[in-house]
């Protein structure tokens, strides 16, 4: 599979045979990350195109992320998920915001990392309940005390999105703007496109 990847690329491109030659750029981490605020300045500035991965499951099945939970389950949304990335991720220079909870699914890591330069985007629970404050259309914040079932999905899934990251940031105390920026410079040292299109 390396081996195909790097047929489709123009050797200049590879900075180093270390660095991952994908030319997608995959942004993972909790609700109230800032994946998607971060991601669109990011794919403005490498000029790549910004694809939330919830709206385009939204988009696919014409149903809103919560219809999809209360009709199938998580199972089924996961499923849906993984068809998106895997749609997705057949093209070339997106950057894709993924929901927090793909990575749950073996199926959609192995997409991520197959295909993506994939970035863990942190945040401590404060964090993440100060930016999901205003919005109410989180199926799985719809149960129980939001703070414990923060924390109980972050014990469940951090050690996943580090399995599959390539770069991980932390985002605590930083606004969409400051982080998109600290991590345009670190992409510039550690992703080989930044070379040409930062
Ligand atoms: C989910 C996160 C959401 C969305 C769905 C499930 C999760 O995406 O995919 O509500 O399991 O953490 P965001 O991380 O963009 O909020």
């Known amino acids: 599979m390396a081996g195909l990847r790097f047929s ?3 050797a200049p491109l590879l900075a180093s045979a270390a660095m991952n030659p994908a030319t997608n750029l995959v942004l993972v981490g909790p609700m109230g990350a800032g994946k998607s ?3 669109r300045r990011l794919a403005e500035r490498f ?3 910004f694809v939330d991965a919830d709206t385009f499951v939204e988009q696919r099945t014409g149903a809103s992320i919560s219809a999809i939970f209360d009709h ?3 199972a089924g949304f ?3 998920e993984r068809s998106a990335l895997a749609e997705l991720l057949a093209g070339d220079a997106q950057l894709v915001a993924t929901g927090g909870g793909a990575v749950l699914d073996a199926g959609s890591r192995q997409l991520m990392r197959e295909r993506g330069f994939v970035v863990y985007l942190s ?3 404060d964090s993440q309940l100060r930016r999901l404050g205003r919005y109410r259309t989180r199926p799985l914040l719809q149960r129980g005390d939001r703070e414990q079932v923060l ?3 972050a014990a469940h899934r951090a050690p996943l999105y580090r399995e599959v990251a390539d770069l991980v940031m932390d985002t605590d105390g930083l606004t969409a703007s400051e982080a998109a920026g600290r991590l345009g410079v670190r992409l ?3 992703w080989h496109i930044t070379g040409i299109n930062a």
């Open 78 to 80: 996961r499923e849906r």
């Open 188 to 190: 510039a040292q550690h």
């Open 47 to 49: 000029g790549l195109a």
């Open 151 to 153: 924390r109980d999905l």
């Open 8 to 10: 489709r690329y123009r």
């Open 37 to 39: 605020s971060i991601g």
């Open 72 to 74: 199938v389950g998580e």
């Open 123 to 125: 945040a401590g629970i």
